[in-house]
C-alpha cells in the first residue's frame, strides 16, 4: 500500500538528489508515480533556474513604457468620472431643495440620479446634514443607499456597484449612530462588509468600516468584538501603510481597554502611541492625560501626578 503523498515540502528537500538514483533509494517514491512525477517537474524547473540564459535577456526585451491605448482608457475614465461628478453636484442640490419625503420618488422616476456620481456626492453631503439636523442627515444617507442599489449594471461593473453600495450603507450606518439607533448601525454596518466582500479592492474601506463597527460594538458593550474589529482594521491600514488610521484603530482598541478596566494592557497601548506622535502636541495631550487616569485608576499615584 502507497503511504500519503509527500507534501510539496518535502519534495523540494529532496531537490539535491538527481536522477533516478533518487527514486530507487527511496521506498515511497519508488512506489508512487504521483510523487515521483512531482518530483521530476521540480527537478527540471530548478534546472530551468540555473540556467544562466534565462538570467541574461536584453533590458530592451521589456517593455517599461506606459502603453498609449492604456493611457488613453484611463485618461477616458478619469474624464467620465469628473464629468458625473461635476453633474452630480447641481443634481443633489436640487434633490435636497425637495422635501425629504419626495426623494425616493424623485430618484427613482429620474434615471440621471443612477450614477456612482451621485452616491458620491450624497455621502460627501451625509456628515455636514446629520450633524445639522440629524434626521434629515439620515434621510440623505438613506437616499445615497437607494441610488447605489440602482445602479445599471450595464453601465457600471459589480465591483463599483459594490463599492458604491458600501460607502451608502457605512454612512447610514454612521447616521443611525448618531441619532442612538445603535443595533440598527450594526445592521447596516454588516450591510456594508457583504458589499465590500463583493469588491476586488475595497479591502481598505472594508477596514474603515471595521473600524466603525468597533466604535458601535463598544457602544453596545460588545468588548471583545469591538477590540477584534479594531485590531483588524489596524493590521489592514499597517499593511497599506495608513498610519493615521491605523493609529486611530488602535486608539480605538484602547478605549476599550478602559472602559473594561483593563488599566495595565491600556497604558502599554497609550506608551506605544505615545511614542510614535512626535510634534502633535494635542494628540499626545490626550494621551498623557489617558494614561496618568489609567495609572490613577491603579492607584499608582507617583506615576500619575507627573503626567498630569
Not at 29 to 39: G, I, S
Not at 46 to 68: N, S
Not at 164 to 184: K, S
Not at 238 to 263: D, F, I, N, P, S
Amino acid at each position: 500500500m502507497i503511504e500519503q503523498h509527500y507534501t510539496d515540502e518535502a519534495l523540494l528537500s529532496l531537490l539535491d538528489a538527481r536522477g533516478s538514483d533518487t527514486l530507487l533509494g527511496d521506498p515511497h517514491l519508488a512506489a508512487c508515480a504521483t510523487c515521483a512525477d512531482a518530483l521530476e517537474s521540480y527537478q527540471d524547473i530548478a534546472g530551468l533556474l540555473c540556467d544562466k540564459e534565462v538570467w541574461d535577456e536584453e533590458d530592451e526585451v521589456y517593455e517599461t513604457a506606459p502603453v498609449p491605448e492604456t493611457l488613453s482608457r484611463i485618461r477616458a475614465f478619469a474624464d467620465a468620472t469628473a464629468r458625473e461628478d461635476a453633474d452630480a453636484v447641481q443634481l443633489v442640490s436640487s434633490l435636497l431643495d425637495l422635501p425629504a419625503e419626495w426623494w425616493g420618488e424623485e430618484i427613482r422616476n429620474d434615471e440621471r440620479y443612477h450614477t456612482a456620481g451621485v452616491v458620491r456626492r450624497l455621502v460627501a453631503c451625509a456628515y455636514d446634514a446629520v450633524i445639522a439636523v440629524p434626521l434629515q442627515g439620515l434621510a440623505v444617507t438613506d437616499a445615497a443607499v437607494l441610488v447605489a442599489e440602482l445602479l445599471d449594471a450595464r453601465r457600471y461593473s459589480e465591483d463599483t456597484r459594490a463599492m458604491m453600495r458600501g460607502i451608502a450603507c457605512r454612512e447610514r450606518g454612521w447616521a443611525l449612530m448618531y441619532v442612538g439607533r445603535d443595533r440598527e448601525a450594526l445592521v447596516a454596518i454588516d450591510e456594508a462588509a457583504e458589499a465590500f466582500s463583493k469588491c476586488a479592492v475595497a479591502e481598505v474601506e472594508s477596514a474603515r468600516n471595521e473600524m466603525f463597527r468597533s466604535l458601535v460594538e463598544r457602544q453596545l458593550e460588545r468588548y471583545d468584538a469591538a477590540i477584534a474589529s479594531a485590531r483588524h482594521a489596524a493590521s489592514v491600514f499597517r499593511t497599506y501603510g495608513l498610519e493615521e488610521r491605523r493609529r486611530a484603530a488602535e486608539w480605538a482598541e484602547t478605549m476599550v481597554l478602559v472602559t473594561t478596566g483593563r488599566y495595565r494592557d491600556a497604558i502599554t497601548q497609550f506608551r506605544n502611541i505615545e511614542a510614535e506622535l512626535g510634534n502633535k502636541p494635542a494628540e499626545l495631550a490626550g494621551v498623557i492625560m489617558n494614561t496618568a487616569y489609567c495609572y490613577s485608576e491603579l492607584r499608582e499615584f507617583d506615576n500619575a501626578l507627573p503626567r498630569y
